[in-house]
């Protein structure tokens, strides 16, 4: 990326940048109990990490490590024949204490947990109030498979951690996130703020990852009243000084109220910042419009089938293509193209004002500034981004006793199949539907019936392929049937297709006719000839 480009992009991040900075970033934190040596015993604050998995609810009691190198965990322990892991089975967990600095932090807790710790204290090194640890930009090759839950200790306390453990002392921590969200009662409200970029990298794949992989859970968790779900989008506007620059015109819609930066990070290729934002537009309407039919658990639908069948490597992300989608759950195409008016327009856009508007921190809610997030109970999420791990922190955001039974088991089925079908391809003739209901939310994947393959993209089309094809619906070809005789333009010898058979023209689906011959008398000579 270069020239206009790059200074373009950099207009746009500064600008997040500088309302970030003028907001409120709200650091969330457990806390960890030192229960032995006598001398530090106590509860004290750290901050969770915005990586691994933090046990939400629950509690976790280890003995305290602080290794004799490698003490900052940026090489591997293997190189120095360090193991955490417990002395004998059974064993408590034990917890490593390392120092910060010259890595990122999700190296050190990768290095970590492949020697066995339980859980990494990471202690601060410099006095200053707790901060998030955050994952980086580069170097996230380790990311997803970290899976350990990780903190950061201010400097006070890691200096005396450090000196018992330094002195021979037996260290015994608790960690405990039991508080770390708020659960007033039988319901949890919480928000997830993403984007319709697929192309972002890493940060993209993950966002598409988990609502693949939660879109189940999460529709259970709606239909049954047990949460409150709502999407959100992040938008920057643009300088007034550049709003009718080129950069700005590309990145921007509405005269430069509502940018995204562009998701390649050139301008001239593929698509612009402002087709992001009208599709991030498509998609909290298409919410909107979801709940107002009392149906909000759709919008896991749609975003997941957009992703699917509009990808931006395949040219389709497009504002036909999402319409396609939205006919195809059954939700209302023009009221949704209202609700996203006119991009080109002078003037606010409702939707969009009112995303900017819930970006800013309330309560103890601290501002978004970042993707993805996810908010829990007016609480930032810190963590994985994984099935398991967000629905142990929504879980534990219930008052106690309250929490629904699929907190206890995921032995279900969304039956999502049910409802117009799961917006899957449907032969109503022979019953027959590309809708398969899963733990995960439903799929559109063309079926196998009596041991013949559909094939097909599995939302608009499936055909019978290969043999035995002509016994399910005749291969959807065309056939017609004289005196108890019956022509068709399916065989058996070829595995897709429909062809008139000799003697007959037409396209083979929807007619054949007899070449010269009144059909009658055609079948006549069949008879004799054939049969």
Known sequence: MRGPAWRALLVVLALALADAAAGRFVVEKNSIQVTSPDELKGKYECAIGNFGVPQYGGTLHGWVEYPRTNRKGCQSFDQFDISFKPKKAGGRPNFVLLDRGECFFTIKAWNAQNAGAAAVLVVDDKSEPLITMDNPE????????????????????????????????????????????????????????????????????????????????????????????????????????????????????????????????????????????????HQICAFKIA??????????DYVHDFALRCPMKDKKYTHDCASDVIKSLGLDVEKVNKCVGDPDADEENEILKAEQDAQIGH?????????????????????????????????????????????????????????????????????????????????????????????????THCEASGIGRCEIGNGGCWQDTKDGKTISACSNEVSEGCKCPAGFKGDGVKSCEVQGLQLQEHMGKLRVQLW
């Open 138 to 281: 580069e170097g996230k090759e380790h990311l997803e498979n970290i899976t350990i839950p990780s903190v950061l200790i201010t400097k006070k306390l890691g200096d005396q951690l450090k000196k018992s453990a330094e002195a021979g002392d037996m260290l015994s921590v608790l960690l405990d996130w039991r508080e770390s969200l708020p659960h007033p009662d039988e319901r949890v409200e919480y928000e997830f703020w993403t984007n319709s970029n697929d192309e972002c990298g890493p940060k993209c794949d993950m966002q598409m990852d988990f609502v693949k992989s939660f879109r189940g859970t999460a529709q259970v968790l709606e239909k049954k009243g047990y949460t409150q779900f709502t999407p959100h989008y992040i938008t920057w506007y643009c300088p007034e000084a550049f709003v009718t620059s080129k950069q700005c015109k590309s990145q921007c819609i509405n005269h430069g109220r509502y940018c995204a930066p562009d998701p390649e990070q050139d301008f001239s290729q593929g698509y612009d910042g402002k087709d992001v934002v009208v599709q991030n537009l």
């Open 291 to 300: 709940n107002e039919t009392g149906k909000p658990w759709l919008w896991w």
């Open 363 to 459: 309560g103890k809610r601290g501002d978004v500034t970042i993707l993805p997030t996810l908010v829990i109970n007016s609480r930032q999420y810190r963590g994985k981004l994984d099935k398991v791990a967000v629905l142990k922190a929504i879980c534990s955001g219930f008052e106690e006793t309250t929490e629904p039974a699929i907190c206890l088991s995921e032995d279900i089925q969304t039956n999502e199949c049910l409802d117009n079908n799961g917006g899957c391809w449907l032969d109503k003739a022979n019953n027959v539907t590309a809708c398969k209901d899963t733990f995960r939310g439903r799929v559109c994947e063309c079926p196998i019936v009596k041991g013949v393959k559909f094939v097909g993209d599995g939302y």
